[in-house]
């Protein structure tokens, strides 16, 4: 069974960057497209960002787009969420998810088997 394990987050003041990493025990990433999603207290789950298997296919929320960018390093097995120009309203729990798909990516939640622990991100001054 996939394992999926997320590391980055922290406190960062507004403008900062972050980056996220996602890796996968137990299992290699290169078969799954690879989802962000995020969740902030009291609000709904949001997908962020995807990345498809090979890293061709890449998909953002207009909340996120021109500041967030996915990647995947497939040798180190591991998927990166580069988050710059953080905003406050960024805050919060962010996760990645894994899928197994042959082509693209999506960022609908139920489109994932495979959830990480997630990681807390709070940017404030």
């Known amino acids: 069974q996939l394992q999926l394990v997320e590391s980055g987050g922290g406190l960062v003041q507004p403008g900062g960057s972050l980056r996220l990493s996602c890796a996968a025990s137990r299992s290699t990433l290169d078969t799954y497209a690879i989802g962000w999603f995020r969740q902030a207290p009291g609000k709904e789950r949001e997908g962020v960002s995807c990345i498809s298997r090979r890293g061709g296919i890449t998909n953002y929320a207009d909340s996120v787009k021109g500041r967030f960018s996915a990647s995947r390093d497939n040798v180190k097995n591991t998927v990166y969420l580069q988050m710059n120009s953080l905003k406050p309203e960024d805050t919060a729990v962010y996760y990645c998810?894994?899928?197994?798909?042959?082509?693209?990516?999506?960022?609908?939640?139920?489109?994932?088997?495979?959830w990480g622990q997630g990681t807390q991100v709070t940017v404030s001054s």
């Open positions: 998810a894994a899928a197994m798909t042959v082509l693209g990516c999506s960022r609908l939640a139920q489109s994932y088997t495979y």
